[in-house]
């Protein structure tokens, strides 16, 4: 080997030990974040007098969440039976002429919906959690017999993915700064802001739970969520100078979903 050749090879080599280095420096310094939810989120029900209206109903009062006249899908809210409030509950699924009801789906804080022509997946959001600083939402991959009936192929518990998230979400603190790993990799580096608070909590001060929810656009989920900040001073978690984080999910016809990779939303 040459002098020039030995030259550039011996800096490929040092690059590349700078580099793992980096990445063992940030696995040895990151904590995991924690996480809100301590357990499964729930099914929802339709409270029983909702129910029996339902049953005996005449009349559906309803607005559109999904109008798809390509595919001939709609998607609809029910929000009265005949002269009863649904309460925030129930989903009306159309394909063609055929019409299946969801009385246990919940409908408010504006879930989405869209048809994925591709795939089949009709994607439908509802609410799991929701409150002041509060958005936390199901994922429903629904599909359609042959008969064109709706039925949920796949409810994806907003608690699994969580814990999912858990797994790989890290963060180092450094005076005010607060920098986020999805494991080695670095997503966002924020400065703290919030100096009334009291400081950071000392044994946790990441979080993730209270903001996870979804975005079906494009006919592909991507799960969004915010860490919050827990200080010293108050019981609820503060977002104010936290990222917006995104994830494509996928769900396989076993009903597993997988997370894709994270990026930074917004800031």
């Known amino acids: 080997m040459d002098r020039k050749s030995f030259i550039r090879f011996a800096t490929v080599i040092f690059a590349m030990a700078l580099v793992m280095a980096g990445c063992k420096a940030a ?6 974040v924690a996480g809100t939810m301590e357990e499964p989120v729930p099914s929802d029900r339709m409270p029983d007098r909702v129910q029996q209206a339902l049953t005996k109903a005449m009349k559906y009062h309803c607005h559109d969440l999904l109008n798809d006249s390509v595919n001939e899908i709609c998607v609809s809210s029910i929000d009265e039976v005949d002269q009863t409030s649904t309460e925030g509950y129930g989903i009306n699924v159309t394909k063609a002429s055929q019409s299946t009801t969801f009385p246990n789906i919940r409908h408010t804080r504006a879930p989405q919906a869209r048809y994925n022509a ?10 799991a959690m929701e409150g002041t600083g509060v958005r936390v939402e199901w994922l429903h991959q629904i599909r359609f017999g042959d008969n ?20 790989r979400l890290g963060y180092s603190i ?20 919030v100096k009334d608070m009291g400081g950071f909590d000392d044994g946790q001060p990441l979080w993730i739970g209270e903001q996870l929810y979804y975005d079906v656009s494009s006919g592909d989920p991507k799960v969004i969520f915010t860490p919050g900040v827990k200080y010293t001073t108050g ?8 990222p917006e984080l995104s994830a494509p999910v996928t769900v396989d016809e076993n009903g597993l979903f997988t997370i894709h990779e ?5 800031k």
């Open 174 to 193: 450094e005076g005010e700064t607060i920098s986020l790993y999805d494991g080695n990799k670095l997503l966002a580096t924020v400065t703290n802001s």
């Open 262 to 266: 994270i990026t930074v939303v917004s």
């Open 27 to 32: 696995g040895d310094n990151t904590k995991p």
């Open 118 to 127: 591709r795939t089949g997946d009709l994607w439908l959001t509802s609410p």
């Open 235 to 242: 019981l609820v978690l503060i977002y104010e100078d936290m």
């Open 148 to 167: 064109d009936l709706a039925y949920v192929k796949t409810a994806v518990n907003p608690y699994g993915v969580q814990q999912e998230l858990l797994q």
